[in-house]
């Protein structure tokens, strides 16, 4: 498995990917064209050979950065790529200075908040109704 930067025509096989996980953001194709050249956006792709197995895209700006949408092929999944992605992620926003990373995950999507627990995050707060009537979401954050 390799990791790289998407590139725009990456944008149908990244949403073919998106598609097989509910709890993705539900970009689409033109969501993730629309995102991938933005000055402050970055998806990365987890790759096997040539196919794209997962990817994370966050927004980074001024020290502060937030995860917007993560899904990994459910052929791969809990074989690493999840967290592959989530430290190579990281690793990379340290370099460019110290900072505050966030995302937002379903309260009950334990996998994910175990992912995230694994990789340094810590709970911070609840957003109520993020997800619709009665579907709350988790705020965890870490600083780097």
Wanted: charged share 20%; with cysteine.
């Amino acid at each position: 498995m390799n990791i790289r930067r998407a590139l725009p025509l990456d944008a149908e096989e990244l949403a073919r990917v998106e598609s097989t996980r509910p709890q993705a953001a539900g970009w689409g194709g033109k969501g993730f064209a629309g995102e991938i050249p933005q000055a402050c956006s970055c998806v990365w792709c987890a790759c096997e050979e040539k196919e794209i197995i997962g990817f994370l895209a966050l927004r980074a700006a001024a020290g502060f950065a937030e995860i917007l949408n993560v899904a990994v092929l459910p052929a791969w999944a809990k074989k690493g790529v999840g967290f592959a992605l989530l430290s190579h992620t990281l690793k990379d926003l340290k370099k460019q200075g110290p900072y505050k990373v966030s995302l937002e995950v379903a309260q009950d999507n334990l996998p994910a908040q175990g992912l995230y627990t694994k990789a340094g995050f810590a709970k911070l707060g609840v957003r109520k109704d993020f997800y619709g009537p009665g579907k709350d979401a988790l705020i965890m954050g870490i600083n780097i």
